[in-house]
């Protein structure tokens, strides 16, 4: 590190030693994911070894494309990739529209609304699944995507109040001036308050989208047909089919670091707009 007159500052104990502490956290951190990375390049008889190597003497690259085209895993990722997009692009609109109405407005009942949304949040989903089930069967939506993509109209409580809590802190006197110039409410969410929410939003549109590509639960429920299918189906499908067999469990290692990816890059690109959501809501 530099100081003003240019000259190199010495580094002090404590900051050697954050600095291999942060390295071996990053190491430790990182280990599951290269370990399952190499694990899947293996080959039949190094897997079953009684030692079995780290890295692999004949990588089986290959087997990517055979769980990728051939067993057509691209099918589910495009799938979880399309439902993850819809869900955040309407989490990112619908949440911040709502918040802005509660923490911008005040009206009769409005402690009412954000206290039942806020019981929403501590009731478990296997405690709705069966109403939603019933009700979904009753509009005809089963073994469709809409009873996946429908409630993302509504928002979500969780980015509700994080977008709450981030938006009180945009001086309301940036509304008072902007309506003085003749904008209505819409244009001063629209062209005031949501450019200032980014850092926000991509905190909001990381945790939808890796929610959405997680969740197992809704498409085991909704969802029929094999090409409709979702990444979590058919890694649970790849297990019960090929869990006994050699080549199979080494597939599904492969379908588990291919399904990693999207979300990592989506975190790579998001990460320093996110910290920055995360530092926001801190101060407040």
């Known amino acids: 590190m530099k100081t003003r007159s240019g000259l190199r500052e010495k580094p002090t104990v404590s900051t050697v030693l954050f600095k291999i502490f942060a390295v071996v956290l990053a190491c430790v951190i990182l280990f599951p994911y290269i370990w399952l990375i190499s694990t899947s390049l293996l080959t039949g008889e190094e897997y079953y070894r009684s030692v ?15 769980v990728l085209i051939e067993m057509q895993f691209y099918r589910s990722i495009f799938n979880s990739i399309f439902l993850a997009a819809v869900s955040v692009v309407l989490n990112i609109i ?34 709705t699944s069966i109403p939603k089930f019933l009700f979904y069967k009753e509009l005809g939506w089963l073994y469709t995507y809409l009873p996946l993509i429908v409630p993302g109209f509504f928002g979500a409580a969780t980015s509700v109040m994080f977008t709450m809590a981030f938006m009180k802190n945009i001086p309301k006197e940036m509304d008072e001036a902007a309506m003085i110039d003749g904008c209505n409410h819409f244009r001063i969410w629209l062209s005031i308050i949501m450019p200032q929410m980014v850092p926000a939003l991509c905190l909001v549109a990381l945790n939808t989208f890796l929610g959405n590509w997680k969740n197992s639960q809704a498409p085991l429920i909704y969802l029929r047909d094999p090409e409709m299918f979702t990444v979590p189906l058919t890694l649970l499908k790849f297990q019960s089919n090929d869990s006994l067999a050699e080549v199979g469990r080494l597939q599904l290692y492969a379908a588990l670091v291919i399904a990693i990816v999207p979300v990592s890059v989506l975190f790579l690109i998001l990460q320093r707009r996110m910290n920055k959501g995360v530092e926001a809501a801190d101060l407040k």
């Open 52 to 66: 079995q190597p780290f890295f692999s003497s004949d990588p089986q690259w290959g087997r990517y494309y055979t």
């Open 94 to 127: 619908v949440s911040p529209f709502i918040a802005y109405g509660l923490s911008r407005f005040r009206f009769k009942g409005r402690y009412v609304v954000f206290v039942l949304m806020l019981c929403t949040m501590f009731l478990p989903t296997q405690v």
